[in-house]
């Protein structure tokens, strides 16, 4: 399946990372009742796998995108901004992932630098104690 003669065809993991983003943000778009932020960000939590499929996939996602698309979706009850942090702190730690799959982390994050600039200390941080709370002994 190919969008246009220039692109690469897409491969059933580029669509099925895709589709799965998309069918959350029409879900939505189209939920009957008041969209609250926590529903926004337990929607965030429900893509933490998606992103990891992508990563290990070596899938660049615009997480940036996907953050407009769902705060426009969501009637912008949650900053594209708030959402950009969310989703990238969703993403797995560089310590976790395997070296092989650095180099999209790093796009996807640069991505997110080069748009909001500022924002990777808050992932970074975000990490780090994420690292902090999963140490042995700690609870």
């Known amino acids: 399946m190919t969008t246009s003669k220039n692109e690469a065809p897409i491969n059933a993991l580029e669509y099925s990372v895709a ?7 029409y879900a939505v778009k189209n939920y009957p ?10 929607i965030v939590k429900q893509l933490i796998p998606v992103f990891k499929t992508a990563i290990e996939g070596n899938i660049l996602v615009n997480l940036v995108a996907v953050a ?4 426009e979706a969501g009637k912008f009850v949650v900053s594209e901004r708030e ?4 989703l990238a702190s969703s993403l797995p730690s560089p310590t976790l992932v395997d070296p ?6 790093a796009q996807t994050l640069g991505v997110i630098e ?4 500022g924002t990777l200390p808050q992932i970074k941080e ?4 994420e690292r902090l709370r999963a140490k042995p002994g700690r609870s």
């Open 33 to 42: 009742g008041e969209i609250h932020p926590t529903l926004l960000f337990k």
């Open 83 to 86: 959402l950009v942090v969310a």
């Open 68 to 71: 407009q698309h769902l705060a």
């Open 126 to 129: 975000h990490w780090e104690l």
């Open 19 to 25: 589709y799965n983003i998309e069918r959350w943000c």
């Open 114 to 117: 080069q748009v909001l600039p």
């Open 100 to 105: 092989a799959h650095h180099r999209v982390l």
